[in-house]
């Protein structure tokens, strides 16, 4: 074999290089030894070049595309298309200047770690600081047998060798209950031209001085067969001296079973799912050093949330939005300003407002309808119950920021509240739910998501309110992680005026609030009742109410909704294609009529009822799930004989299970239950109902 065998599990064909995969059953190679556990001995290191005349090098270096220089050491080449090297924490040629250690992961177009406005960062020019670590690599290199060959293909006629270099720093993800692992370097030498990406990793010698550790030297590689067809290699140089800290390097059996696989997935994908990179505004290393702090402070909460929501999602998600505000905050003062005061609109659980004033911030939340874990922050968490409507009444000069996190209906006004709040006034939107000015927002293009559509119409306005708005993803366990933030403005304050006014005209051009006719706003801006009240911007707009009423059929009177149960159970049993099979006596399981023609045999008042409610008769029929099921717009009766059965578990069969709701079939249908009274999971009677158990509360009640 001339060449490393495939990925584990993969069926790629022999690629060229060094030794496999573990597991992949490649027999062993002319380079690198296999990965260790493939029960391959270790192989030689690879020598010169076969066929092209070119002795061994004592150092690696990129070979100019006119002939091959001296190997002295490796160095950008002329004419060979290489950016020009920037210096360490930067991505080649992005022109960012450099963090302190850790900076950011290459590729990830992150912001320095320091301030921008320490002379200092930017004294030295940009190249000779990678120059020389590259320099130092090649030194490295040269002295362990086969690395040159590893990095530029043991086969081949010879050709000049142009290649990019990037220094990159990994900070690993926290995770619970382990202690953070520490950020690694590494050079990422990319040959496009040879579809190869080998990954040098370096540590700190004695000397302080960065070495290469040849021991996690790996390279991934895309090479195509003589019948045209792609594969992708995982090779490593030396894998009896693998070292895998389960964080930056995994295991050598990740490598080969799992990340191939992803590699191909995400070449085969779409090209970029239209949003941001992640945490792409800040430090990364700031931020993951601040969230651990956040996490270890506040963590008790989560044993005494008293909310019915899930405090494992809510407390860790506020805490990654706190830690990435203040990370973006601290950048922006500059050490020399005051803390950043803020207002959180539609607050919540006022889990944000508590963290941030606890960091020193000075700011409130304000929520339409107060919560039970408010008690819990004490007074120094300023919290105040009110309804918000955008007026001249709800402006707040004082705040330097206004945020916006999962706000609702409130969450396109908050760039508009923030605008003719105060100049220097910013704003930050997490956003949720899809709503315009006056209603939920309404879909004008099918070819983008409801999310991307809904991110774009948020970033108008800001745009429209003028604001240079910016987009974040944020690494919170939520599927709607990104953000936008407005931190400054496109106009002079001398033009507040009219960019006021084209605030009020985007406004204008909005939906118009539903079932209220057009919007009231003046040309001008805003105008003044003559009570001397603030009027609101916007006539339709109706804020939240304090106590959220049920809509999903559940509030419906009993009798109301058996009835209607009943009167489409009807329709179906009598419905055409229902089939009784050859036995007349076999169980009718009914036929289908589509949504619409249920409907259309319902009276007009059942109809007028049902539309009150969110989802209207669908929602009724599915929360009617003993009996019905929908499916593709079509109702069918509920045939309980085709359901997946269940095992019975350690307690006992399903017959000695609790059975606390009473089986309509049993009940209604006209041949009774399809299932003996053992094998229903509902009750056959009253002698078989059991009253609920009483659950004792999942979470503690705070003091």
Request: proline content about 13%; glycine content about 12%; charged content about 25%.
């Amino acid at each position: 074999c001339e060449g490393p065998g495939p990925v584990a599990g993969s069926g790629h064909p022999p690629c060229e290089g060094p030794g496999p995969v573990a597991g992949s059953g490649h027999p062993p190679c002319e380079g690198s030894g296999p990965v260790t556990g493939s029960g391959h001995p270790p192989c030689e290191g690879p020598g010169p070049v076969t066929g092209g005349g070119h002795p061994p090098c004592e150092e690696p270096g990129p070979v100019a595309r006119s002939g091959h220089p001296p190997c002295g050491g490796p160095r950008p080449v002329t004419g060979s298309g290489h950016p020009p090297f920037e210096e360490p924490g930067s991505v080649a040629g992005s022109g960012h200047p450099p963090c302190e250690d850790p900076g950011p992961v290459a590729g990830s177009g992150h912001p320095p770690c320091e301030d921008p406005s320490d002379p200092g960062q930017h004294g030295d020019p940009p190249g000779p600081l990678l120059a020389s670590l590259w320099a130092a690599a090649s030194r490295d290199l040269a002295a362990h047998p086969g690395a040159l060959t590893f990095l530029s293909g043991p086969r081949g006629p010879p050709r000049p060798l142009a290649v990019d270099v990037a220094l990159r720093t990994i900070v690993p993800k926290p995770r619970p209950r382990r202690p953070p692992a520490r950020a690694r370097r590494d050079l990422v030498v990319q040959d496009v031209a040879r579809g190869a990406v080998t990954f040098l990793p370096l540590e700190e010698g004695g000397d302080g001085q960065l070495k290469v550790e040849t021991g996690n030297l790996h390279q991934i590689r895309l090479s195509r067969d003589d019948r045209g067809e792609w594969f992708i290699s995982v090779l490593l140089f030396r894998p009896e001296s693998w070292r895998s800290d389960g964080a930056v390097y995994p295991p050598p059996a990740w490598l080969g079973a799992q990340l191939p696989a992803r590699l191909a997935r995400w070449c085969a994908g779409p090209r970029g799912s239209g949003l941001p990179r992640t945490l792409s505004l800040i430090c990364v290393a700031r931020y993951g050093e601040t969230y651990r702090r956040l996490k270890d402070k506040h963590e008790a909460l989560v044993k005494v949330w008293p909310e019915a929501t899930d405090p494992e999602k809510f407390v860790h998600e506020d805490v990654a939005i706190a830690a990435y505000l203040l990370v973006l905050w601290e950048a922006e003062r500059r050490g020399g300003e005051a803390k950043q005061s803020f207002v959180d609109l539609g607050c919540g659980n006022g889990l944000l407002t508590h963290i941030l004033r606890g960091e020193g911030h000075p700011g409130r939340g304000l929520d339409v309808r107060r919560r039970r874990i408010w008690d819990l922050y004490g007074p120094q968490t300023r919290l105040e119950e009110a309804a918000i409507t955008p007026s001249d009444d709800t402006l707040f000069p004082e705040a330097d920021w206004l945020l916006g996190n999962h706000s609702d209906e409130l969450t396109p006004w908050i760039p508009v509240i923030a605008a003719r709040s105060a100049y220097r006034c910013r704003f930050f939107l997490l956003p949720c739910c899809f709503f315009d000015f006056g209603g939920r927002f309404c879909r004008r293009q099918s070819g983008r998501t409801q999310y991307r559509e809904y991110l774009d119409f948020l970033r108008d306005v800001g745009e429209a309110c003028g604001f240079r708005v910016e987009e974040d993803c944020l690494r919170i366990p939520s599927t709607k992680r990104v953000c936008l933030v407005g931190r400054a403005r496109t106009y002079p304050p001398s033009a507040e005026p009219a960019a006021d006014a084209r605030r009020t005209r985007y406004i204008q051009s909005r939906p118009p609030p539903q079932a209220q006719g057009p919007p009231a706003a003046t040309a001008e801006g805003v105008a003044r009742s003559p009570e001397g009240s603030a009027a609101p911007w916007l006539s339709g707009f109706r804020p939240r109410e304090r106590v959220q009423r049920v809509r999903n059929c559940a509030a419906l009177p009993h009798a109301f909704r058996d009835r209607v149960v009943l009167r489409v159970a009807t329709l179906l049993l009598g419905a055409p294609g229902a089939e009784h099979g050859e036995d007349p006596q076999a169980w009718n399981p009914g036929g289908s009529l589509t949504l619409a023609e249920v409907a259309g045999a319902l009276g007009g008042d059942t109809l007028q009822a049902l539309k009150r409610e969110c989802g209207g008769l669908q929602t009724l029929l599915r929360t009617c799930h003993q009996v019905f099921r929908v499916a593709a717009g079509r109702v069918h009766i509920r045939d309980w004989r085709a359901e997946p059965s269940r095992e019975p578990d350690a307690a006992g069969s399903r017959a000695s299970a609790f059975k606390t709701r009473p089986c309509w079939f049993f009940a209604h249908h006209p041949q009774g239950c399809p299932l003996p009274a053992p094998a229903c999971p509902f009750a056959h009677g009253p002698e078989e109902l059991r009253p609920p158990q009483l659950r004792p509360p999942r979470w503690k009640q705070g003091p």
